[in-house]
């Protein structure tokens, strides 16, 4: 307690607002880093949107190669082979010739 009571009498009154000073931009300069909008925040914001672009180009891909099925069953431009293999994927037919395994 002594200890304590020999350092507040040495404080000086000229020390005060420079150490104040210091934390105040410690305070800023941690949440610069670490904050909701700090450079953390934006590296994860960033990673997040990289992810997104991935995911969206897959799902593009998958809408285009849709799409290029369904044009093939146009009245217009009809495969007969695509119309065939979905009639008996509907209708659950099969040639006469053909083994049918049924996988639960």
């Known amino acids: 307690m002594k200890a304590l009571r020999n350092i507040l009498t040495k404080f000086q009154p000229g020390v005060f607002l420079p150490v104040l000073g210091v934390f105040v931009v410690l305070y800023f300069a941690y949440y610069f880093v670490q904050g909701d909008g700090g450079i953390r925040a934006l590296l994860d914001y960033e ?9 969206l180009a ?15 069953l146009r009245s217009d431009s009809l495969d007969p082979d695509l119309l065939e293999e ?19």
Not at 58 to 72: G, I, T, Y
């Open 47 to 55: 990673a997040r949107v990289e992810k997104t672009k991935v995911q």
């Open 58 to 72: 897959k799902v593009k891909a998958k809408r285009e190669r849709l799409e290029h099925r369904v044009s093939l």
């Open 86 to 104: 979905r009639a008996r994927a509907v209708l659950n037919f099969a040639h006469p010739n053909e083994i049918a395994i049924i996988i639960k």
